[in-house]
């Protein structure tokens, strides 16, 4: 299957700092990218979808100044957690999609393990 | 949950022996998608029913869908201890390009 690269895999940062973690999608275009939250033996709960070149349109709950979404080329999307706090820390994961038609599935990063101290 | 729950939310049975596992959701979808994640990694991509098909298989995989009931199922057969993960399944909404996962079944294959 395709690949998609997450990178870090693992960061720690403290109180108030900012944090950015990248998402590649390396062999194909990613039309669609999708970030997840996943807590502690939890499901993932999507935060948002972006498309390329346009805003990312954000869940029911998700605070977009918080969690900035980019998404400036076919293979790149970013996600900045702003201003972090203890209750940021998470595991994150990317995905991404070549979109032909709605039948298509998800190829998702190794994730990244946010912890904020 | 964003879109259903799963169960039994965890499973331990020995290897060769079946496991079954369940999804329901809650929208009308135009897909259902099943995922497989190991412990700390990131997701994948096992199989995709549409919502017009009620069963498909590949290898050892047996997936019904039930729209009428809003469920499915995930079947794997002769289990192995490399089967021990965790399974989510993934709903695609009708006209919605985005994917909502269920709450998971983590399965223990002992050997």
């Known amino acids: 299957g395709a690949v998609v690269s997450q990178h870090p895999s693992r960061v720690i940062c403290k109180s108030g700092t900012s944090v950015k973690i990248e998402c590649r999608s390396l062999?194909?275009?990613?039309?669609?990218m999708f970030w997840y939250r996943q807590f502690p033996k939890k499901s993932l709960m999507l935060m948002a979808t972006s498309n390329e070149g346009s805003k990312a349109t954000y869940e029911q709950g998700v605070e977009k100044d918080k969690f900035l979404i980019n998404h400036a080329s076919l293979t790149l999307s970013t996600l900045t957690v702003t201003s972090a706090h203890p209750e940021d820390s998470s595991f994150y994961i990317c995905?991404?999609?070549?979109?032909?038609?709605?039948?298509?599935?998800?190829?998702f990063g190794q994730g990244t393990r946010l912890t904020v101290v | 949950s964003q879109q259903g729950e799963e169960d039994p939310q965890a499973l331990s049975i020995q290897e060769g022996e079946n496991a079954t596992m369940n999804c329901s959701y809650k929208t009308s979808i135009n897909n259902l998608q099943w995922y497989r994640q190991n412990s700390g990694r990131g997701l994948v991509h096992l199989i995709l029913i549409r919502s017009n098909e009620r069963e498909k298989h590949s290898g050892r995989l047996r997936v019904t869908l039930d729209t009428s009931k809003k469920s499915s199922s995930l079947l794997i057969t002769a289990s192995r201890a490399a089967d021990t993960a965790s399974y989510f399944c993934?709903?695609?909404?009708?006209?919605?390009?985005?994917?909502?996962f269920g709450s998971g079944t983590k399965l223990n294959v002992k050997p």
């Open positions: 062999d194909f275009q990613a039309t669609t």
């Open positions: 995905s991404a999609r070549y979109m032909t038609d709605m039948n298509t599935e998800a190829f």
């Open positions: 993934a709903t695609v909404p009708y006209n919605f390009n985005k994917f909502y």
